[in-house]
């Protein structure tokens, strides 16, 4: 490792490997957004990418490094014979070829901010890595969670004769205006899909009653009450989860045909909290653990009974947890496929999943399965988002009280 401690080495280094990374990012941004061919060059990134990573730890102005980084990557790219190989317009390519080149200079210069171009103190050559392994995460992690949900939405935009003609073209034609959104309104005007998203809803919202009903108590009990066994249950909560639901489809689908429950609301909402209890055990039982017990000892000695205790000074102070508890819940209900696949059979009672999975037929156009999708995760995604920063709030304040 000796030999990376000079700027000379360790500049070119991580100039050749990040630029082969912007090249190929930028490529896949302007082919999902354009439809036109782009695509990274390994070769050629790596040795200009080198002499731009050469050109960031030389010791001469940031401006003249900016503008040198810039010009290089620019001139390249758009000449052909850069990172980036390019079949488009004009404009189109001088575009991608600035944005590359604006996003190069600022960022290598970002990573190797205070590296000598001499020798390097082991500090100053962890501390450009570490920034370069950061950047790379971010890119990384984002692409993977933003490309395909970025391919689902096009995709459920896009007309039939369009994704045969090319699927791999996700660009839009804004002159649609509205009538990009028919997908969406063909499945709530033909395929009943507001009737699935309200039975996905109360039904999700039913299994969050019935999860807290059942677990605020089990797991105030093995938090705070003595009992035989307790140790033994407390530990083999989750046992339920070693057992793929897979193997307990044929059991469930047997019983629920015998009873008269398959293919009845009824019994879903029977069967969800099944899966969701455990969780929500082993997620309170912790919060609980880590309550001041000495409060709820000061409410015993004031009068009050344990389930007097437990609702007017236990809850209050696990309201962050019943919240968390409560969205997470929510979320496996809504998602919640297997089951409702297998014990509905009924449209007029199929929960959102259910209808989306109805969608995955060669008659009915992949948009519309689409679209389905975006229904789908879109609530859900927008209520996690939405709640997660009172979750944060009510976590701190909850602490702060304990």
């Not at 490529?27 to 354009?34: L, R």
């Not at 344990?306 to 409560?326: D, E, F, H, M, N």
Request: proline residues 4%.
């Amino acid at each position: 490792m000796r030999h990376l401690r000079y700027g000379y080495v360790t500049g070119p280094l991580i100039g050749a490997l990040w630029l082969f990374i912007l090249a190929t990012t930028t490529a896949i941004t302007m082919s999902f957004a354009t439809g036109d061919a782009f695509r990274p060059v390994l070769t050629i990134s790596l040795v200009i990418g080198a002499a731009l990573g050469l050109i960031a730890v030389l010791e001469i102005g940031e401006k003249a490094r900016l503008g040198a980084i810039s010009i290089l990557t620019f001139v390249t790219t758009y000449a052909g014979i850069g990172p980036m190989a390019m079949q488009s317009s004009l404009t189109t390519e001088i575009f991608a070829a600035v944005s590359l080149a604006l996003i190069m200079a600022w960022s290598s210069l970002a990573i190797m901010r205070g590296a000598p171009f001499g020798a390097m103190s082991r500090h100053e050559m962890e501390e450009a890595w570490i920034r370069f392994l950061t950047g790379f995460g971010y890119i990384f992690f984002t692409a993977i969670v933003l490309i395909p949900f970025y391919v689902m939405v096009m995709t459920s935009l896009k007309s039939q004769s369009a994704l045969l003609q090319n699927p791999l073209d996700f660009s839009l034609d804004w002159g649609k205006g509205w009538g990009l959104f028919r997908s969406y309104e063909e499945l709530f005007r033909d395929f009943n899909f507001g009737t699935y998203m309200w039975t996905s809803f109360y039904v999700s919202v039913l299994t969050v009653f019935i999860t807290l009903a059942f677990s605020i108590p089990g797991a105030y009990a093995v938090a705070r009450l003595q009992f035989s066994g307790r140790k033994a249950f407390s530990r083999s909560i989750l046992l339920i989860y070693m057992v793929p639901m897979i193997v307990l489809a044929l059991p469930i689908y047997i019983a629920f045909s015998v009873t008269g429950l398959r293919n009845t609301v009824l019994g879903i909402v029977l069967i969800y909290p099944v899966t969701t209890i455990p969780v929500a055990l082993y997620m309170l039982q912790g919060y609980f653990r880590g309550l001041p017990a000495e409060v709820e000892e000061a409410g015993l000695m004031d009068g009050l009974n344990r389930l007097q205790v437990i609702w007017k000074i236990t809850l209050p102070l696990a309201l962050p947890a019943l919240a968390s508890v409560s969205l997470y819940v929510f979320m496996i209900a809504w998602n919640e496929f297997l089951l409702a696949f297998m014990l509905l059979d009924d449209p007029s009672k199929f929960t959102l999943t259910r209808g989306v999975a109805m969608l995955n037929s060669s008659e009915i156009p992949r948009e519309h399965l689409m679209a389905g999708a975006v229904i789908a995760t879109v609530p859900v995604m927008v209520l996690f988002l939405g709640l997660e920063k009172f979750m944060t709030k009510g976590l701190t304040a909850g602490s702060v009280k304990g």
